[in-house]
């Protein structure tokens, strides 16, 4: 593993342990140049995910820029971290394990938004009007109105 700060390829791992979660393997490692010490994580991935781009460019699967779009719709919210880590990499292995070597952006964004409506509405709704471009005040009114719809069908 290459050293982040002197870009050494000889690294040693000084501690390794599966995360809170289970989905995933830390490890602790230290440069034998510098010394700089540094964590990684280690993650299964089931095989390469092409994204296709509503712009028709394709490019590859980035769980972490999942992640922080996630995130960033959750910024100030008060939800557990396991369960949001739950959701993404459930997102993931439906991704991996559909068979399908390319999937459509559109695709991914309706499982994040499935996702975060059992989350946290307040989420959703950011989500949602970055992923289905709101120009105007009404297509907030418009998402409300389904969430509200869908809480009563609930009911």
């Given at each position: 593993m290459r050293c982040p700060?002197?870009?050494?390829?000889?690294?040693?791992?000084?501690?390794s342990r599966p995360t809170d979660d289970n989905t995933a393997i830390r490890r602790r490692r230290i440069c034998s140049d510098c010394g700089g010490r540094?964590?990684?994580?280690e993650r299964i991935q089931l095989r390469e995910l092409l994204v296709n781009k509503k712009s028709g460019r394709k490019v590859p699967f980035d769980r972490e820029k999942l992640a922080h779009s996630v995130s960033v719709a959750?910024?100030?919210?008060?939800?557990?971290?396991v369960r949001v880590e739950r959701m993404i990499s459930?997102?993931?292995?439906?991704?991996?394990?559909?068979?399908?070597?390319?999937?459509?952006?559109?695709?991914?964004?309706?499982?994040?938004?499935e996702g975060l409506k059992g989350l946290d509405e307040v989420?959703?709704?950011?989500?949602?009007?970055?992923?289905?471009?709101f120009t105007e005040a009404s297509?907030?009114?418009?998402?409300?109105?389904?969430?509200?719809?869908?809480?009563?069908?609930?009911?």
């Open positions: 700060f002197c870009s050494c390829e000889d690294s040693q791992v000084k501690d540094f964590t990684t994580f959750l910024r100030k919210r008060d939800v557990d971290k459930g997102i993931v292995r439906r991704l991996e394990s559909s068979g399908e070597p390319e999937v459509d952006a559109d695709a991914i964004g309706m499982m994040v938004m989420a959703y709704v950011r989500f949602a009007s970055v992923y289905r471009d297509d907030f009114t418009s998402i409300l109105g389904e969430l509200s719809q869908d809480t009563a069908d609930d009911a």
